[in-house]
């Protein structure tokens, strides 16, 4: 069986699964920004279903489907095993077939991917050497460097996906190799733009691109002893977990393994972590929360409370979607979460906004500018009581705001990578400085 038909064969499944009750609609948090707060929840459901089978559907349903954030609050409300966030995911692939043929389906994914990856592959080597490179498995002859990785050919524990944004990021990655050398786990890195997920290509309609590439990053992910992949990127976790392995199950009988949220791996770690918590973090310490996947803010708030001399200071504010980049058909709403979070922190006094993701953080970090606290990830808080540090050069450089200072700065990068400065000073704007959704200036400093 191919990957399309499996997919459609679940697809299918929803239709004759789903009792149109309204319950997931009921429960999910973004009625309101999405602007169909006063809807029928039966009747938008029917009309998700309608979706489903043609590609078209009632206003109201359009505007929920495209309005989903991931914060996956439906999932739990279905009594029917019915994944309502995989079904809003399959209207809306059902609505990017109906809206365009297929060679623009393909058009458009291919660009959406050239896209990522140039971002992604230019603002690394803006920080990165040849050899950090290496590490974070950005190399045809890429192997994980760390010290309890076995030799030879033997299976590692684990396969660390990075995904592909965090390298944007890379600090974060790093403090995560950082520590797993740190309890002894071997494990091999992937991810980048040559181990796609396929998600970008999903979202412009083209399934059959989408279920190669994706199988093709499954198979060659299953490479650990533990039958276990450690995924940083929430948005890789919900395709697989949600999209890619079921289908995969569906189309071949088995899976070729699980995945497992960094973030909720350590924090299941976190007995033979506590020991290395040796040095005091004297912060107050408000955490920046997404709740889409279940578990991960219970074990981020876990792992910081374990650090001696942190405070966690609850701001009161709404934690709702995946991650920040899955506001991007609620824009407003986002400006709105952005401004009261971090007006919240400045009132309640905190040292740090921490927040978990690598996407949120690109986000936030150039706000550190204007507001009288830091803003940082969780592992720099974890590293830093470990006695680990990487440079979060992403923000150092973000806080610029000068594309030309940018590319003055890592001259030497560029140089050493064989970039075209035009180039990168074009990424530079667009991955980077552009990536800005509540505007600079704004903010009354304290």
């Known amino acids: 069986m191919t990957f399309e038909a499996a997919l459609a064969g679940r697809v299918e499944h929803i239709l004759d699964a789903c009792t149109r009750c309204g319950k997931c609609f009921e429960a999910c948090p973004v009625k309101e920004p999405a602007g169909v707060a006063g809807a029928d929840p039966q009747a938008v459901v029917a009309g998700v279903l309608e979706i489903l089978r043609s590609g078209e559907g009632p206003e109201a349903s359009r505007k929920w489907a495209e309005g989903c954030i991931l914060s996956g609050d439906c999932i739990t409300a279905c009594d029917y095993g019915v994944n309502p966030r995989f079904m809003l995911s399959m209207a809306r692939i059902a609505m990017a077939k109906g809206r365009d043929p297929l060679p623009e389906q393909r058009r458009k994914g291919v660009m959406g991917y050239r896209a990522v990856a140039d971002g992604v592959n230019v603002i690394a080597k803006l920080q990165l050497t040849n050899e950090q490179l290496l590490r974070l498995g950005q190399s045809s002859k890429a192997r994980s460097l760390a010290p309890a990785a076995a030799a030879g050919d033997e299976r590692p524990d684990f396969v660390f996906y990075t995904g592909c944004n965090v390298l944007k990021t890379p600090h974060i990655a790093l403090l995560a190799l950082d520590i797993m050398d740190a309890l002894g786990v071997s494990y091999r890195v992937m991810g980048g733009p040559s181990h796609c997920c396929g998600v970008v290509h999903m979202r412009s309609g083209d399934t059959e691109t989408t279920g190669r590439m994706a199988t093709g990053t499954a198979d060659r992910l299953a490479q650990g002893k533990s039958g276990q992949v450690l995924a940083w990127c929430p948005?890789?976790?919900?395709?697989?977990?949600?999209?890619?392995?079921?289908?995969?199950?569906?189309?071949?009988?088995?899976?070729?393994?699980?995945?497992?949220?960094?973030?909720?791996?350590?924090?299941?770690?976190?007995?033979?972590?506590?020991?290395?918590?040796?040095?005091?973090?004297?912060?107050?310490?408000?955490?920046h929360r997404h709740p889409g996947i279940p578990g991960v803010v219970t074990a981020a708030e876990a792992i910081l409370r374990a650090v001696p001399g942190v405070e966690l200071v609850d701001l009161g504010q709404p934690a709702v979607g995946l991650m920040a980049n899955y506001f991007r058909a609620l824009p407003e709403y986002r400006r709105q979460l952005y401004r009261a979070e971090l007006d919240a922190a400045r009132a309640a006094g905190v040292d740090a906004l921490v927040a978990v993701y690598h996407a949120d953080h690109r986000e936030l970090c150039a706000h550190e500018g204007e507001y009288p606290f830091r803003i940082v990830n969780l592992l720099e808080i974890v590293g830093e009581s470990m006695g680990l540090a990487q440079a979060d050069n992403f923000k150092r450089l973000k806080l610029m705001q000068d594309a030309d200072a940018i590319v003055e700065d890592c001259r030497d990068l560029i140089a050493a990578h064989g970039m075209d400065i035009g180039e990168v000073r074009r990424l530079v704007e667009t991955a980077m400085l552009a990536e800005q959704p509540l505007p600079l200036g704004g903010a009354a400093r304290a």
Not at 250 to 274: I, N, Q
Request: net charge positive; aromatic share 10%; charged share 25%.
């Open 235 to 287: 948005s890789c976790y919900v395709q697989f977990s949600e999209t890619t392995l079921p289908t995969v199950e569906k189309a071949r009988g088995s899976r070729p393994f699980e995945m497992t949220p960094f973030m909720v791996y350590l924090g299941s770690r976190l007995d033979a972590l506590r020991p290395m918590l040796r040095q005091r973090v004297d912060m107050r310490i408000a955490l």
